[in-house]
């Protein structure tokens, strides 16, 4: 139920620029309105991506909510990866890691590959 | 009038947001295969665009998540998405609030759609319109098929809300041109941002241009999310195109994996009956 809530405010955040405003403008009253945990709160008002992703935040509304936040595309991965280091596997929904060798390692494979035809 | 014109291409917010940081001969190509299929809308000289996407919580959300939605508004807005990030001005999109009702109703005879008076585009359609009508002087019908949040809409209603979108189309006298951007294998905005499996995307791809239902319809969510990850569940937009194109069968134009851009980078048309 708790991710739901977390999810709903990011959502709003995300798509409507009065609640943008109004977050800036008065975020506890913004929060009120939404039944968070203080862990939940915490990620949302630091902001803690790392942590809001573990939590299993949709990774559709985690970009755009770091769009939000000027935090830049590899900064996010990043941020990310420390959250599983932190707080150890996404705890829920579909947007699990399973890996991945990096854009660096895969372009040169797929560089090689092309060369080997 | 019968459908003008049918495509299917990627969305990727990589394609415009991280633009530079692919290979420059790649990134020429994909947006040359773009802006062709651009060209080819306007050749087909249709009166709407109708754009069946996937689109990422911009105006659906757990609260209330229609299976298929179409938008019935004389204009929309995009993107959502912060501009410095995806590099595309917000703006208004024209579209057409009577021609809407009139696709809605007949889309309704065979498929339970929610129409939507209020639509904000995210990058599934502004990505696309990017390059596709640059100058947003196409008036533009959204759709969307609910491929982000589980339970996602089947994969044998994707393909009945294609016939039913052409139907519709085919119904009315105007000229209707439909492209509907998805994608196919990716992980998208996770640290494995960037895994694409080239194998099963030209699998699908080449499903997708032999418009072989069965085989198109034959993926399970579990299957897709396995090999195609998250990201993979797009493939609903393909798929109503594949249905809306009644049998035709399709040129992919261009596919290529873009790690940086997080997907197999595509650009595909259905060869419609003149």
């Known amino acids: 139920m708790s991710l739901y809530q977390v999810q709903k405010l990011i959502y709003q955040l995300n798509r409507d620029p009065r609640t943008q405003e109004r977050f800036l403008r008065e975020r506890d009253a913004v929060l009120v309105e939404y039944e968070l945990t203080e862990e939940e709160r915490a990620a949302i008002v630091a902001p803690d991506i790392g942590l809001l992703y573990v939590l299993g935040v949709n990774g559709q509304l985690l970009m755009h909510f770091a769009a939000l936040h000027k935090i830049e595309w590899l900064d996010y991965l990043e941020r990310m990866r420390q959250g ?7 705890r829920e929904g579909v947007y699990a890691s399973t890996g991945y060798e990096g854009v660096e390692a895969h372009d040169a494979r797929l560089k090689a590959e092309r060369e080997t035809g | 009038m019968p459908l003008v014109y049918c495509g299917a291409c990627s969305h990727a917010p990589g394609i415009t947001a991280r633009a530079e940081r692919a290979d420059t001969q790649t990134r020429q190509a994909l947006h040359g295969a773009l802006h062709k299929m651009g060209d080819d809308i306007r050749a087909a000289r249709p009166d709407a665009l109708v754009v069946v996407a996937a689109e990422h919580f911009a105006n659906f959300f757990m609260n209330n998540m229609p299976a298929f939605a179409i938008g019935m508004a004389d204009s929309y807005e995009g993107p959502i998405e912060d501009e410095a990030f995806l590099r595309i001005k917000r703006t208004r999109v024209p579209g057409n609030k009577a021609l809407s009702r009139r696709l809605i109703e007949g889309v309704m005879q065979t498929v339970d759609v929610a129409y939507a008076e209020e639509w904000k585009f995210d990058h599934g359609i502004s990505v696309p319109l990017r390059f596709l009508t640059p100058d947003y002087d196409l008036p533009i019908i959204p759709a969307n098929i609910n ?4 339970p996602l809409t089947p994969l044998k209603r994707a393909w009945a809300f294609g ?25 998208p905005a996770t640290p494995d941002s960037g895994k694409i499996n080239e194998k099963w995307d030209r699998e699908f791809l080449a499903r997708w241009a032999t418009n072989d239902r069965d085989a198109l319809l034959s993926y399970t969510d579990a299957e897709t999310c396995r090999d195609g990850g998250q990201g993979g569940f797009e493939v609903r937009t393909f798929i109503a195109a594949a249905a809306a194109a009644k049998g035709a069968k399709g040129t992919i134009e261009f596919c290529e994996p873009v790690p940086v851009f997080a997907a197999s980078c595509t650009a595909a048309r259905m060869q419609l009956a003149a």
Do not use: F, T, Y
Not at chain 2, 147 to 150: F, I, L, R, S, V
Not at chain 2, 165 to 187: F, Q, T
């Open chain 2, 147 to 150: 491929c982000q949040g589980p």
């Open chain 2, 163 to 187: 016939e039913a979108l052409r139907a519709a189309a085919d119904a009315v006298p105007e000229r209707i041109a439909m492209v509907a951007p998805g994608g196919i294998s990716h992980w």
């Open chain 1, 84 to 90: 599983l280091k932190q707080h150890g596997q996404v």
